[in-house]
């Protein structure tokens, strides 16, 4: 373990962080991947030699390098050499095709695309419709003639590129959004907001020497890269990865790896939860676990079961990765709060015509920064959508949340995802809450769609998803959340679905929900004679 200090905030850069802990722990495992494993020297010297192929492919500083391709090192050493040279690294979601493929890469304007076996086949699909300048395959496929080997891209002995002039709030990555609410848009993220999101995380997860950070996460999330690979970089701790979330094998995994702490996302942990029993579901390694979102009633059960401390979950996104945080010193975190403001911003709540709204009111959390540096330098290409987001110096995040009077703040909704019903706002995160009580529910989605009587409102509908072997009618449904929360809380529409639309990282993607609205399957409790007791 090395946590590494920079005397002079400017000099934060991710390419300084490698060459630091090269230098400082040149021994230490940084990356394991199966049987592979690199210290951080050996990730630094092949970094330097990528650099310097990425640079005789004429790669330079503002370049970007667009990768669609699965987990492994070499995706972390070129992410890493890319920003050594000045250049942006830009993920895209590996299970994009067609036109979403091409535009997205378009969109990057990729002077080098890189790909691997497993996923180029897409991209030779589309390459007459690419307009980047080179193409670098990790692997054997010849689908894409003139295309470079990631190997041959190595020059054996190369030293590091110079640095120099490169600065903490220079972009180094644009992100493309996980597409949860509509259309990707690619944020900048600068250095300093990583090192900012790694050490508020790090603080709760306590790492001492010995931890071993464990990823599943795809590495176009920035989720993958906040908790995991750039944590492990800036700790100085190993990271061990694998190429996608097995319910059926997470455990052994993390025992292969001697992994003591890991992070899920969306829907993966639920999945875990909802796996049959194992006498050993409490024999593992693992010690922490940050779990978001994880539901008030479940984390209890969950933390007993599986035998790892569940850390508490704050709010960010990938715009501006801390925006509500927890602190180690807070140990009575009141149930269900995401915590305090980062100190590093100034935050309201307000309603749709930007006024605050008063404590216990839901609203939209607006932020501005008190520093350089630690939200994101806006969206690539795109400065109508940068401008939208923006109310004067203040970030529109699009959550909303409720504040108590002591000051801590509660997730409420996505802005797009809520509800809005004879006047009053209901939010689709908690009605979710409820009905995931139900033990015959494996998972559901609550969202918005038109009323038929009012144009301006929408009606509560709800998919839900049955364990195996489970049978549960609509109206019991109703009647269970109508026993254990609000009566305005009991859906309008529900319906049995086989599946959700998930996003790679097992977000539910509600946009396509509300196109798709009310089908031939949906129960209507109008129709069906059923009222909610208030």
């Given at each position: 373990?090395?946590?590494?200090?920079?005397?002079?905030?400017?000099?934060?850069?991710?390419?300084?962080?490698?060459?630091?802990?090269?230098?400082?722990?040149?021994?230490?495992?940084?990356?394991?991947?199966?049987?592979?494993?690199?210290?951080?020297?050996?990730?630094?010297?092949?970094?330097?030699?990528?650099?310097?192929?990425?640079?005789?492919?004429?790669?330079?500083?503002?370049?970007?390098?667009?990768?669609?391709m699965?987990?492994?090192?070499?995706?972390?050493?070129?992410?890493?050499?890319?920003?050594?040279?000045?250049?942006v690294?830009s993920?895209?979601?590996?299970?994009?095709?067609?036109?979403?493929?091409?535009?997205?890469?378009?969109?990057?304007r990729?002077?080098?695309?890189?790909?691997?076996?497993?996923?180029v086949?897409?991209?030779?699909?589309?390459?007459?419709?690419?307009?980047?300048g080179?193409?670098?395959?990790?692997?054997?496929?010849?689908?894409?003639?003139?295309?470079?080997?990631?190997?041959?891209?190595?020059?054996?002995?190369?030293?590091?590129?110079?640095?120099?002039?490169?600065?903490?709030?220079?972009?180094?990555?644009?992100?493309?959004?996980?597409?949860?609410?509509?259309?990707?848009?690619?944020?900048?993220q600068?250095?300093?907001v990583?090192?900012?999101?790694?050490?508020?995380?790090?603080?709760?997860?306590?790492?001492?020497?010995?931890?071993?950070?464990?990823?599943?996460l795809?590495m176009?999330?920035?989720?993958?890269?906040?908790?995991?690979?750039?944590?492990?970089l800036?700790?100085?701790?190993?990271?061990?990865?694998?190429?996608?979330?097995?319910v059926?094998?997470?455990?052994?995994?993390?025992?292969?790896?001697?992994?003591?702490?890991?992070?899920?996302?969306?829907?993966?942990?639920?999945?875990?939860w909802?796996?049959?029993?194992?006498?050993?579901?409490?024999?593992?390694s693992?010690?922490?676990?940050?779990?978001?979102?994880?539901?008030?009633?479940?984390a209890?059960?969950?933390?007993?079961?599986?035998?790892?401390?569940?850390?508490?979950?704050?709010?960010?996104?990938?715009?501006?990765?801390?925006?509500?945080?927890?602190?180690?010193?807070?140990?009575?975190?009141?149930?269900g709060?995401?915590g305090?403001?980062?100190?590093?911003?100034?935050?309201?709540?307000?309603?749709?015509?930007?006024?605050?709204?008063?404590?216990?009111?839901?609203?939209?959390?607006?932020?501005?920064?008190?520093?350089?540096?630690?939200?994101?330098?806006g969206?690539?290409?795109?400065p109508?959508?940068?401008?939208?987001?923006?109310?004067g110096?203040?970030?529109?995040?699009?959550?909303?949340?409720?504040?108590?009077?002591?000051?801590?703040?509660?997730?409420?909704?996505?802005?797009?995802d809520?509800?809005?019903?004879?006047?009053?706002?209901?939010s689709?995160?908690?009605?979710?809450?409820?009905?995931?009580?139900?033990?015959a529910?494996?998972?559901?989605?609550?969202?918005?769609?038109?009323s038929?009587?009012?144009?301006?409102?929408?009606?509560?509908?709800?998919?839900?998803?049955?364990?195996?072997g489970?049978?549960?009618?609509?109206?019991?449904?109703?009647?269970?959340?109508?026993e254990?929360?609000?009566?305005?809380?009991?859906?309008r529409y529900?319906?049995?679905?086989?599946?959700?639309?998930?996003?790679?990282?097992?977000?539910?993607?509600?946009?396509?929900?509300?196109?798709?609205?009310?089908?031939?399957a949906?129960w209507?409790?109008?129709?069906?004679?059923?009222?909610?007791?208030r």
């Open positions: 373990m090395n946590v590494l200090k920079f005397d002079r905030i400017e000099d934060r850069h991710l390419g300084r962080a490698l060459s630091l802990q090269a230098r400082q722990q040149p021994d230490a495992t940084y990356i394991m991947f199966g049987d592979t494993h690199y210290t951080f020297a050996e990730a630094d010297r092949k970094v330097n030699e990528l650099a310097a192929g990425l640079a005789g492919l004429g790669l330079g500083k503002g370049d970007r390098v667009a990768f669609f699965g987990s492994s090192p070499e995706v972390i050493f070129l992410a890493l050499a890319t920003n050594k040279l000045g250049a690294w993920p895209v979601n590996s299970d994009y095709k067609g036109a979403w493929l091409t535009e997205t890469i378009n969109r990057t990729a002077h080098i695309v890189v790909t691997d076996d497993a996923h086949q897409r991209l030779a699909d589309v390459h007459g419709e690419l307009s980047a080179h193409y670098v395959i990790l692997g054997d496929s010849t689908a894409l003639p003139g295309a470079h080997a990631f190997n041959s891209l190595y020059i054996e002995g190369a030293s590091e590129p110079d640095m120099s002039g490169q600065t903490y709030g220079d972009t180094c990555a644009v992100l493309w959004t996980s597409g949860t609410t509509g259309r990707s848009k690619g944020v900048m600068s250095h300093n990583w090192f900012n999101a790694v050490a508020s995380g790090d603080a709760l997860f306590g790492t001492r020497p010995g931890d071993v950070i464990y990823t599943v795809p176009y999330n920035s989720a993958a890269w906040v908790t995991s690979i750039l944590r492990s800036i700790v100085g701790i190993p990271l061990a990865i694998d190429t996608s979330f097995s059926t094998h997470f455990w052994d995994r993390v025992d292969y790896y001697g992994a003591t702490q890991s992070f899920t996302l969306g829907a993966m942990h639920m999945f875990l909802n796996a049959p029993l194992r006498e050993d579901d409490a024999k593992h693992l010690r922490k676990l940050m779990a978001v979102p994880m539901p008030a009633d479940v209890g059960p969950f933390s007993e079961r599986f035998n790892v401390e569940l850390l508490p979950q704050g709010l960010g996104q990938s715009e501006a990765m801390q925006l509500v945080i927890v602190t180690p010193e807070e140990n009575s975190l009141p149930p709060s995401c305090t403001p980062a100190k590093a911003l100034e935050a309201r709540l307000v309603d749709d015509q930007g006024n605050d709204v008063a404590d216990g009111e839901p609203g939209e959390l607006w932020v501005r920064p008190r520093e350089p540096y630690v939200i994101f330098n969206y690539f290409d795109d109508e959508a940068t401008a939208a987001s923006y109310s110096e203040w970030y529109k995040t699009g959550d909303m949340l409720k504040r108590r009077p002591d000051g801590y703040y509660f997730f409420s909704d996505r802005k797009k809520a509800v809005r019903l004879k006047g009053r706002n209901i689709t995160f908690e009605v979710e809450m409820v009905a995931r009580r139900h033990p529910l494996a998972d559901c989605a609550a969202f918005g769609v038109p038929d009587i009012l144009a301006s409102e929408t009606e509560l509908k709800l998919n839900y998803i049955l364990k195996a489970q049978t549960l009618a609509p109206e019991e449904l109703a009647q269970f959340i109508n254990n929360a609000p009566y305005f809380f009991v859906p529900l319906e049995q679905v086989e599946q959700l639309p998930y996003t790679p990282t097992n977000k539910v993607q509600k946009f396509k929900l509300r196109e798709a609205g009310i089908t031939s949906t209507d409790a109008q129709q069906a004679g059923f009222k909610a007791q």
